[in-house]
C-alpha cells in the first residue's frame, strides 16, 4: 500500500509516534522538499501526482492552502486524510474508508470527536489575527491578542523560550511592534542530554529539528525588533539577569528546560504581566507540569488561570 505524509514538523512525528508505522510510508510530502525524514524520503507535491498513492495523510496546519494546490494537481479527494483543521465548518473529509483500512476505526473516531467549532466573540470584530494561526490554536491566539491590551502600562520586552518554527513568534513580533522581542532557543531541536531520558518518541524528537535561525527570521513581520540567542538555555540568558519581562512565552515541552525557564523568568516577570505555560495541561508531555510544581514547592504558589486551547497553556500573572 502506498502511504504518504504531507508535512514534516510535529503533526507528522505525532502521527508516527502515535498510529503510523513509520515502514508503512513510502515518502513524506513538503514543497520545500529536501533530504529526508525519519529515514524516508521527502518528495514534492508535483513529485506526488506522478506516483501511485492509496492514502494521503495531510498532518500540517496549512489545511486549506495544501488543499488548493492538491486539487490542482489533480490528487483524488477520496484519497485525503486531514489531520488538522479539517472542519470549514463541515468535515473536510470526504471519505474515511480508505483511511479505516490503514489506521484503524480507535485513531478515526478519536479524530472525527476532537475538533469543536468556536463562536467567534464580539471583542474580535476588528480581527489582528486570522488565517491558519488562528485556525490552527483559536483560544491560544485570542487570549494572546486579548492580555496584549492589558499590557500597554506593563514595562518590560518580551520573550519566548522554545521557538521551533516561528509560528507564535511571528504574532509576539506583530503584536508588539515597539518591543525589543528576545528569542531563546538551539534552532536544531532537542537537547539530546535531556530529550533522550524523557518517553518521546523519534518522531516528536525528529519534528522539532525541521527549523533554523533563517527560517524563524523569515517569518517574522518586523526582523530588526529581535534579539536571537541561539544555544542551550539558561547559558543564553546571559546578560539579560537585570532586565524585566512582561511577556514571556515557555514553551519547551521538557521538564529541566521548563524548570530552567520558570526560574529565570518568573523573578523578571513585570507585576501585572504575564507568563505563558504551553502545554501544561498536555498530557504526552508531563514534565511540564512536574517542573512548575517543583518551582511552587521552592517559591511558593503562582497566580494563574487554566486556558482550554489545544495544549493546555496556563497563564502565569506577574507578582508585585
Given at each position: 500500500m502506498n502511504i504518504y505524509v504531507y508535512g514534516t514538523g510535529c503533526g507528522a512525528g505525532e502521527l508516527i509516534d502515535t498510529a503510523l508505522d513509520i515502514s508503512r510510508?513510502?515518502?513524506?510530502?513538503?514543497?520545500?522538499?529536501?533530504?529526508?525524514?525519519?529515514?524516508?524520503?521527502?518528495?514534492?507535491?508535483?513529485?506526488?501526482?506522478?506516483?501511485?498513492?492509496?492514502?494521503?495523510?495531510?498532518?500540517?496546519?496549512?489545511a486549506e492552502e495544501?488543499?488548493?494546490?492538491?486539487?490542482?494537481?489533480?490528487?483524488?479527494?477520496?484519497?485525503?486524510?486531514?489531520?488538522?483543521?479539517?472542519?470549514?465548518?463541515?468535515?473536510?473529509?470526504?471519505?474515511?474508508?480508505?483511511?479505516r483500512a490503514v489506521l484503524g476505526d480507535a485513531y478515526i473516531d478519536k479524530l472525527q470527536h476532537s475538533?469543536?467549532?468556536?463562536?467567534?466573540?464580539?471583542?474580535?470584530?476588528?480581527?489582528r489575527i486570522e488565517g491558519p494561526d488562528a485556525e490552527n490554536d483559536y483560544v491560544r491566539l485570542k487570549t494572546l491578542e486579548a492580555l496584549c491590551a492589558r499590557l500597554e502600562n506593563v514595562p518590560g520586552v518580551i520573550a519566548e523560550l522554545g521557538v521551533?518554527?516561528?509560528?507564535?513568534?511571528?504574532?509576539?513580533?506583530?503584536?508588539f511592534p515597539e518591543r525589543p522581542l528576545y528569542l531563546f532557543d538551539t534552532f536544531e531541536?532537542?537537547?539530546?542530554?535531556?530529550?533522550?531520558?524523557?518517553?518521546?518518541?523519534?518522531?516528536?524528537?525528529?519534528?522539532?529539528?525541521?527549523?533554523?535561525?533563517?527560517?524563524?527570521?523569515?517569518?517574522?513581520?518586523?526582523?530588526?525588533?529581535?534579539?536571537?540567542?541561539?544555544?542551550?538555555?539558561p547559558e543564553t540568558a546571559t546578560g539579560l539577569e537585570k532586565e524585566c519581562f512582561a511577556l514571556v512565552s515557555l514553551d519547551v515541552d521538557l521538564e529541566e528546560s521548563t524548570y530552567a525557564g520558570l526560574c529565570f523568568f518568573l523573578p523578571r516577570l513585570s507585576e501585572g504581566g504575564f507568563l505563558l505555560l504551553?502545554?501544561?495541561?498536555?498530557?504526552?508531555?508531563?514534565?511540564?507540569?512536574?517542573?512548575?510544581?517543583?518551582?511552587?514547592e521552592a517559591h511558593g504558589s503562582q497566580a494563574a488561570v487554566p486556558l482550554c486551547d489545544v495544549n493546555g497553556t496556563l497563564v502565569i500573572v506577574g507578582k508585585a
Open positions: 510510508v513510502a515518502a513524506f510530502v513538503d514543497s520545500s522538499a529536501t533530504g529526508d525524514f525519519l529515514g524516508r524520503p521527502v518528495i514534492s507535491p508535483q513529485e506526488l501526482a506522478n506516483r501511485p498513492y492509496d492514502l494521503v495523510i495531510v498532518a500540517s496546519r496549512q495544501i488543499a488548493r494546490g492538491l486539487t490542482e494537481l489533480g490528487i483524488d479527494p477520496e484519497k485525503l486524510l486531514f489531520l488538522k483543521n479539517h472542519f470549514v465548518p463541515v468535515d473536510r473529509n470526504r471519505n474515511y474508508e480508505a483511511a475538533e469543536r467549532l468556536i463562536r467567534v466573540p464580539l471583542w474580535t470584530q476588528q480581527e521551533y518554527q516561528g509560528s507564535f513568534a511571528r504574532w509576539l513580533n506583530r503584536l531541536g532537542f537537547d539530546m542530554n535531556e530529550a533522550g531520558s524523557c518517553d518521546s518518541g523519534a518522531g516528536f524528537l525528529a519534528a522539532h529539528t525541521n527549523t533554523s535561525v533563517q527560517r524563524v527570521l523569515s517569518a517574522l513581520p518586523q526582523p530588526e525588533r529581535v534579539h536571537i540567542r541561539q544555544g542551550l538555555f504551553h502545554d501544561y495541561n498536555n498530557p504526552r508531555l508531563p514534565g511540564v507540569q512536574k517542573a512548575l510544581a517543583r518551582y511552587e
